[in-house]
C-alpha cells in the first residue's frame, strides 16, 4: 500500500505580499535611475552642451565676409582687367609715337628749317639795307628773295610769297590747298630760288594724302636739281614712302642707297634702324 505525502499550504499574510513588492519596486527603480545618470554623465562628457544661437551668428559672420571678399575679388579682377587694356592701348601708343608720330614731329621739323632759312636770308637782306657802303648789283628779279625800295622798305618776291603761303596750309594740314599752292609756283617760277624746295613738299603734300606713287615721282625730281639742300630729305621719304605700299625690298634698298649717298645726312641713323627692322 503505498502512501502519498501532503503538501500543506503555508498561509501568507496579504500586508507581507505588499511589502515585498515594493521592495522589489524599489531596489528595479535604483538600478535604473543609477543607469541612467551614468549614461546621461557619458554623454555630457562626450558632447558638450551647444549655444544654437551663438554658432548661427558665427556662421552668419563667415557667410557676409566671405560674400564681402568675393566682392573685393570682383572688383579688383575689374581692375586688373582695366589696367591690362591700358597697357595694350599704352603700347598702341607707343607704337605710333614710333612711327605716324615720329613722322610728324619730322614733318614740323622741316617747316621749322624752312622757316629758319627764311629768317636768315631776310636777316641777310635787312644787313644790306641798312650798310652804309654801296650796294651791289641786285640779281635777276626771279632769284631775288628780298629787295630794297626806295623808301627803305624790305619787299619779299612773289616766289617767296606763294611759297611761304603753301607752307602756312600745309602746318594747317590742307593738303590739297597746299599741294595746288606749291604746284602753281613751280609753274610760275620753274627756274626760281625756291624751285628744288617747292618740288620736295609737293612730295610731302601727296605723302600726306596717302598718294604714295605721286608722291615718290615728285621726291625723285628733286634729285634733278643740282646741290639741293633737300635731297637726303626726298631720298629718306622715297624709303619710307615704298614701306607705306609694303614694298619692303624697295624700302631696305633706298634705305642703303641714303646711307651711301649722304653718309654725313641726320636722316643715316634712322634709315640704318629701318634696315635693321626690315631684315
Known sequence: MTMTKK?????????????????????????????????SAESEAILPQIDVIRVKESADEALRVANDLKRENEALNAKITEFDNRV??????????STAKIEELETRLALLTEAYKDMFVKLQAIEIAVRPVPKPAPPPPNRSTFTTTTDGFIVASPEY?????????????????????????LG??????????????????????????QAIEAYKKVFTYQNSSKADAAQFQIALAYQKMGQTEKARAEFRRLVERYPGSSYVERAKKYIAELK
Not at 169 to 181: D, G, H, P, V
Request: glycine fraction near 4%.
Open 161 to 185: 610769297e606763294m611759297f611761304q603761303t603753301g607752307l602756312r596750309l600745309f602746318n594747317n594740314r590742307s593738303y590739297e590747298k597746299s599741294l595746288a599752292m606749291f604746284t602753281d609756283c
Open 88 to 97: 595694350i592701348l599704352l603700347s598702341e601708343e607707343v607704337s605710333n609715337v
Open 188 to 213: 610760275k617760277f620753274p627756274d626760281g630760288e625756291y624751285r628744288d624746295r617747292v618740288q620736295y613738299w609737293i612730295g610731302e603734300c601727296n605723302y600726306q594724302l596717302k598718294r604714295m606713287e
Open 7 to 39: 503538501h500543506t499550504a503555508i498561509p501568507v499574510c496579504p500586508k507581507t505580499m505588499l511589502l515585498c513588492a515594493v521592495a522589489v519596486l524599489f531596489l528595479v527603480s535604483s538600478c535604473a535611475a543609477r543607469t541612467n545618470k551614468r549614461g
